[in-house]
């Protein structure tokens, strides 16, 4: 069974940065996408920044541009999400997705999911 948790998230101050990390496991990490996405209170779920298998395509919600980086270490079955310059807006819930199926692109599916940490950036 694949399994997704979510670490890193906190409180920092607006312009500060942060570093979220998301493990998975229960098959080849290597092989899946990998997605970021967040949910403020309120609000719908937006995907942030996604990589695609390979790693070899990106992609990032207008927002986030040039201020987050996705990356992922397939030694370690593990996706990051470093977050620069964070904003106020950027409060929210921040969750970790796997692909669904093998080879996928950045736009999924995405069929697994983390429990979420809390990103809080104070202004």
């Known amino acids: 069974q694949v399994q997704v948790e979510e670490s890193g998230g906190g409180l920092v101050q607006a312009g500060g940065s942060l570093r979220l990390s998301c493990a998975a496991s229960?098959?080849?990490?290597?092989?899946?996408?990998m997605g970021w996405f967040r949910q403020a209170p309120g609000k719908e779920r937006e995907n942030v920044a996604a990589?695609?298998?390979?790693?070899?395509?990106?992609y990032y919600a207008d927002s986030v541009k040039g201020r987050f980086t996705i990356s992922r270490d397939n030694a370690k079955n593990t996706v990051y999400l470093q977050m620069n310059s964070l904003k106020p807006e950027d409060t929210a819930v921040y969750y970790c997705?796997?692909?669904?199926?093998?080879?996928?692109?950045?736009?999924?599916?995405?069929?697994?999911w983390g429990q979420g940490t809390q990103v809080t950036v104070s202004s």
């Open positions: 997705a796997a692909g669904q199926q093998s080879w996928g692109g950045v736009h999924g599916p995405f069929g697994y």
């Open positions: 229960g098959r080849t990490f290597s092989r899946y996408a």
């Open positions: 990589l695609n298998w390979s790693g070899t395509s990106t």
